[in-house]
């Protein structure tokens, strides 16, 4: 069980396009929703946090009109990147908690590369 | 100070060894304390969760918990090369306006044939 995906997996655009990028709870409801970004050779950085049916509440320094996030049901939440700059190449990951549960699993990522 | 502290290695253990995994935390609100294992170009992948003092065994993994200490460790017995990877410590305040955990940088973990 506590099976994340992510969709696509590796993505490859041009400069000043928007990519959509999709998070689901395949086997239960995520009633929290995060997303982190990773460059290569570092840690994880919290981008924000989304509730099912609330707006998102971003982290320091991560420009919400940016990282767009929707998590419009208990088990999609959507990343949308716009206006994307080469800086904004990275791997970024998803990662889901049901209601009344501690544990957090994460989808496989999404390695973006804007060109 | 960081909140999760790990010491970023590499931790290198022969193959079959125990290798040990530490992380110190400063918010004694933290309750939950989980670890993730990390390899290069994926995603973390839980391992185990622990909650109260003491030891938690997994297979061939034991978490241990001091919270007095503000201490969360990982065992590893029996090393194997596939557990060769980043090993992500984390914490979580139980509170229902603290809903991200906090992670350390991680420790590499480097086991050889």
């Known amino acids: 069980g506590a099976v994340v995906s992510q969709h696509p997996s590796r993505v490859i655009c041009k400069s000043g396009t928007s990519v959509k990028i999709e998070c689901r709870s395949l086997?239960?409801?995520?009633?929290?929703m995060f997303w982190y970004r990773q460059f290569p050779k570092q840690s994880l950085m919290l981008m924000a946090t989304?509730?099912?049916?609330?707006?998102?509440?971003?982290e320091q320094g991560v420009e919400k009109d940016k990282f767009l996030i929707n998590h419009a049901s208990l088990t999609l939440s959507t990343l949308t990147v716009t206006s994307a700059h080469p800086e904004d190449s990275s791997f970024y990951i998803c990662s889901a908690r049901a209601l009344g549960r501690d544990e957090q699993y994460f989808g496989p990522g999404t390695r973006l590369t804007v060109t | 100070q960081k909140e999760v502290e790990q010491n970023s290695g590499p931790l290198s253990v022969p193959e079959g060894a125990i290798a040990s995994l530490n992380c110190t935390y400063s918010?004694?609100?933290?309750?939950?304390f989980f670890w993730y294992r990390q390899y290069s170009g994926k995603s973390p992948e839980l391992i185990m969760s622990i909650y109260s003092n003491g030891d938690k065994e997994d297979g061939r993994f034991t978490a241990q918990l001091n919270k007095a200490s503000q201490y969360v460790s990982l065992l590893i017995r029996d090393s194997q090369p596939s557990d060769s990877a980043t090993y992500l410590c984390a914490s979580r305040r139980v509170n229902t306006g603290f809903q991200k955990l906090v992670f350390g940088t991680g420790t590499r973990l480097l086991v050889s044939p």
């Open positions: 989304s509730n099912e049916g609330s707006k998102a509440t971003y």
């Open positions: 086997d239960f409801q995520a009633t929290t």
């Open positions: 918010d004694r609100g933290s309750q939950s």
